[in-house]
């Protein structure tokens, strides 16, 4: 078990002990997407959905969702969070929408799952808010784009 950081001697789970660890800028940065029917997009587009302004709304949805990241994923530290922006990207032509987050802080652990959890939260805040239009949607290609800081230093997918 010494392998896995978050077990103890004995099997069981505890959340890694960081105190020892330097504190450095930390950034992470993760996307994913939604498609949807072409109906359902162009109403999202133009804002005519009936819940209202779909993107604001899963905007401030995935900052929510990054700032909640400690008490959804057990193990998280609860970090304080210098920055998340959340931004779409439409695709036109696959009537998808992109959803990039970038979180960062200055701390003694990343911030990866915060920026994936406000990923899914937002992609997910689109789906709950777009349902009645269109219960195909799908939500896929969920990934840590980049992350720097750290002791294991910068990653890029």
Request: net charge neutral; glycine share 8%; aromatic share 6%.
């Amino acid at each position: 078990m010494a392998d896995f950081t978050h077990f103890n001697q004995f099997g069981e789970a505890v959340m890694v002990d960081v105190g020892e660890k330097k504190e450095t800028a930390r950034e992470a940065v993760a996307e994913g997407r939604i498609t949807m029917s072409r109906e359902c997009f162009q109403k999202v587009r133009e804002g005519t959905m009936k819940k209202g302004d779909v993107l604001g709304v899963a905007r401030i949805a995935g900052i929510m969702g990054a700032k909640k990241t400690a008490e959804l994923i057990p193990l998280c530290h609860i970090l304080n969070l210098t920055k998340v922006e959340i931004r779409f990207e439409p695709d036109e032509q696959t009537c998808a929408f992109n959803a990039v987050c970038t979180v960062r802080t200055v701390g003694k652990t990343g911030v990866e799952m915060e920026a994936l959890t406000g990923v899914n939260t937002a992609l997910l805040t689109i789906y709950d808010m777009c349902k009645a239009v269109d219960k195909t949607m799908e939500m896929s290609d969920i990934h840590l784009c980049r992350k720097s800081g750290g002791k294991s230093g910068d990653f890029f997918r």
